[in-house]
């Protein structure tokens, strides 16, 4: 017997990590310079350690782990942001090293990487601006 149709149905959350022990400063980063909003884990998981945001209609699920080289990988969240040029002033401010990419069509972006190594990219819509 098949089971009907199964589709995927879009994204609900994606995870990064950032080292065991960092959560206060992952909070201080991702909620306090790029203004995303702590929301509450479940309880089943809290014990766990990291925390979750809330990025516009989808959830990010920071978690931690050890040995991992965060910057040696091209893996990424990428945020639509609307002001590209105030965010790129803003972490600025903060130290944060802007890496130019190669364009797309239709977009400007940046990339950067959080203060744990994890790679960071901001797209701004053209039809946007």
Same mark, same amino acid.
């Given at each position: %017997?098949?089971?009907?149709?199964?589709? *995927?149905? $879009?994204?609900?959350?994606? &995870?990064?990590?950032?080292? !065991?022990? %960092?959560?206060? &400063?992952?909070?201080?980063?991702?909620?306090?310079?790029?203004?995303?909003? @702590?929301?509450?884990?479940?309880?089943?998981?809290?014990?766990?350690?990291?925390?979750?945001? @809330?990025?516009?209609?989808?959830?990010?699920?920071? $978690?931690?782990?050890?040995?991992?080289?965060?910057?040696?990988?091209?893996?990424? *969240?990428?945020?639509?942001?609307?002001?590209?040029?105030?965010?790129?002033?803003?972490?600025? &401010?903060?130290?944060?090293?802007?890496?130019? &990419?190669?364009?797309?069509?239709?977009?400007?972006?940046?990339?950067?990487?959080?203060?744990?190594?994890? !790679?960071?990219?901001?797209?701004?819509?053209?039809?946007?601006?």
């Amino acid at each position: %017997m098949t089971a009907p149709h199964a589709a *995927i149905l $879009g994204v609900d959350h994606v &995870q990064i990590t950032i080292p !065991r022990g %960092m959560e206060d &400063q992952g909070i201080a980063f991702y909620c306090g310079v790029l203004g995303l909003a @702590q929301i509450e884990k479940p309880d089943a998981l809290k014990g766990r350690g990291g925390f979750w945001l @809330q990025a516009g209609d989808r959830a990010v699920h920071v $978690g931690t782990e050890g040995g991992v080289e965060r910057r040696a990988t091209k893996a990424h *969240i990428a945020y639509r942001v609307s002001n590209l040029s105030g965010w790129r002033e803003k972490l600025a &401010q903060h130290g944060v090293i802007i890496e130019e &990419q190669v364009p797309i069509p239709g977009y400007n972006r940046f990339e950067f990487r959080d203060p744990f190594g994890n !790679r960071v990219e901001l797209i701004e819509s053209l039809e946007s601006v």
